[in-house]
């Protein structure tokens, strides 16, 4: 697994060098450490090091200036859970070769935010507008939320301050097993710590330099036995020879390691790419596309409904002979994918969110 000791170099503010996160990075040993007082000498900066190494070897430490929390960029046509998104970083140490911020970012280096301390008071702010609706919060969209957590402390910091909320679900999700930091944490809230999950074949050709499947399982048993809610993401289902299969196999596998009383929800999405995929990851991306696939509502490449659909009922399935406990749910597809899968019948964003906060509330927030 890559972790922070394969970081090559740390660009900083000048004036941060005392801020807690940059004081964490700059303590690093064996980094070349480099600082910056403007943006053209920090452009500068980073035209000599794309020279030198590549865009995961290098972290940018820039002050928090953006907005505190933003929605999920829906697909248009589809239907979205109305994730909220906390950006605290922008950028991977993993490569995995189906990730949309290939074609998405178009900078050089992985940005980790600073100065974020006091954003957690503005999401109890939000969470508390309406005490009675599960807010979903996760930091995970633009990065891997704990590849680096153990260093920044942005998840122990997050999971403290937002235990006072009866409503507020911080979700932190990885493909790391980088949790023992976390486990000893008295004040857990709400917290949940997830998974991206995929078949073996899935994460040692595509998922390079996250941890194996058995280590991320292992994670999320040792997750449970804390105290965390648990929570699991087959996103994206590849298709290949004997995929079914697997994919099947890999639910019961899951719910063989851990508890599906404590998993709050499942998501499932096929693999789908934008335009611009094929020419970002060009060495991956004919294996990857080579499946009939065709443009959806939202204009993104897509495998045929047919298989879709059977893959969505099968995994469902296969969860629900386990618990009905988790809500499982439908990453960007369709209301005609949703009623054909789970007979739900969703015409916008908004009813599904509360549907998955009412089942939530049910299921695990029995004090709301």
Known sequence: MRTVDDIKAIVYNEQDAGERITSAFLRLAGKE??????????????????????????????RFLGRVFQNCPASAGMICCNYTLFNTCFGCLYDCAYCFL???????????FT?????????????AQNESFVRRIGT???????????LTGIGKTLIESLSVSKNAMIELKTKS?????????????????????????????????????????????????????????????IRYEGAEADYEALVHRLFSAV??????????????????????????????????MFPGLDGKMRYLRSFRLAMYKKMKDAIYSYSRKPFVYLCMESSDMWYDVFGADYS?????????????????????
Request: negative net charge; contains cysteine.
């Open 115 to 127: 100065h974020i301390e006091g954003t957690a008071s503005e999401i109890l702010s939000y969470a």
């Open 259 to 292: 508890d599906p009383e404590r998993v709050v929800w499942v998501s499932l999405g096929c693999f789908r790419y934008s335009a611009g995929f094929k020419e970002a990851k060009a060495e991956l991306s004919r294996e990857l596309t080579s499946a009939e």
């Open 348 to 368: 916008n964003p908004d009813q599904l969110e509360e549907a998955m906060s009412s089942h939530i509330k049910k299921e695990f927030l029995h004090k709301l």
């Open 33 to 62: 450490k480099i600082p910056y007082s403007s943006k053209d000498e920090l452009e500068t900066i980073l035209a000599g090091l794309k020279n030198r190494f590549t865009s995961k070897d290098v972290i940018i430490l820039k």
């Open 102 to 112: 290939n074609s998405y970012i178009n900078f050089f280096g992985i940005i980790q």
């Open 140 to 150: 995970g969209e633009f990065c891997d939320s704990l590849m680096m957590d153990e």
């Open 177 to 237: 097993d980088n949790i023992e930091h976390l486990l000893s944490v008295s004040q857990k809230g709400n917290a949940v710590l997830a998974w991206s999950l995929n078949t073996e074949h899935a994460v040692s050709r595509y998922e390079h330099g996250s941890v194996s499947l058995e280590r991320r399982l292992a994670a999320a048993q040792r997750a449970a036995r804390a105290g965390y809610f648990l929570a699991f993401h087959f996103d994206p289902i």
